[in-house]
T-cell receptor, first 115, second 111 residues
Framework: EAGVAQSPRYKIIEKRQSVAFWCNPI?????LYWYQQILGQGPKLLIQ????????DSQLPKDRFSAERLKGVDSTLKIQPAKLEDSAVYLC?????????????FGPGTRLTVT | TQLLEQSPQFLSIQEGENLTVYCNSS?????LQWYRQEPGEGPVLLVT?????EVKKLKRLTFQFGDARKDSSLHITAAQPGDTGLYLC???????????FGPGTRLSVLP
């Protein structure tokens, strides 16, 4: 079974530029998550999708971050414009069960450096 | 303020030693998970505990959920270099809510 795919693996941009990350979840997984993991911290949930609908985006900085999951499969996360404090690893995860004790499968992440 | 605290923050030990890492909170959790994250990879789920006082074993790893469901521990027996990584705990306050991650314990096992 193929795992969660993310691209690119690394991205370096200057502040005020835009960037987009792509995620392809495990086939059949209805729930998709985007997390931000700043160095030395645990992952912080940015947004959760159930199929192509948003379930939780309470911690997404909506003035600069946006995400979509067209057709309930792939997802993209965009930052526009980027700030220095956005430097982090952006992790995508998917699960077949939402909440409770559903197991999340994580992708390898995209490491973003904003200079 | 972190909902979940983990200690120690860093731990470096020799191969063959035993160790325990802790996950603590002032809040009660309906369930708690432990993950291991290796450099350049995403976290991988090790275990989920849901009952106060529950103990689960996974080969050399023993996980315990506190009686009051506010804390958990992970004990590793005879650590190996392959155990090196960032150990994260994540808790869900109520059924149906998403898990919130702690800051992790970074473990290094030296050969």
């Amino acid at each position: 079974e193929a795992g969660v795919a993310q691209s690119p693996r690394y991205k370096i941009i200057e502040k005020r530029q835009s960037v987009a990350f792509w995620c392809n979840p495990i086939s059949g997984h209805a729930t998709l998550y985007w997390y931000q993991q700043i160095l030395g911290q645990g992952p912080k949930l940015l947004i959760q999708f159930q199929n192509n609908g948003v379930v939780d985006d309470s911690q997404l900085p909506k003035d600069r971050f946006s995400a979509e999951r067209l057709k309930g499969v792939d997802s993209t996360l965009k930052i526009q414009p980027a700030k220095l404090e956005d430097s982090a690893v952006y992790l995508c995860a998917s699960s077949s069960l939402a909440g409770v004790i559903g197991e999340q499968y994580f992708g390898p992440g995209t490491r973003l450096t904003v200079t | 303020t972190q909902l979940l605290e983990q200690s120690p923050q860093f731990l470096s030990i020799q191969e063959g030693e035993n160790l325990t890492v802790y996950c603590n909170s002032s809040s009660v959790f309906s369930s708690l998970q432990w993950y291991r994250q290796e450099p350049g990879e995403g976290p991988v789920l090790l275990v989920t505990v849901v009952t106060g006082g529950e103990v689960k074993k996974l080969k050399r790893l023993t996980f315990q959920f506190g009686d009051a469901r506010k804390d958990s521990s992970l004990h590793i027996t005879a650590a190996q270099p392959g155990d090196t990584g960032l150990y994260l705990c994540a808790g869900a306050r109520n059924y149906g809510q998403n898990f919130v991650f702690g800051p992790g314990t970074r473990l290094s096992v030296l050969p």
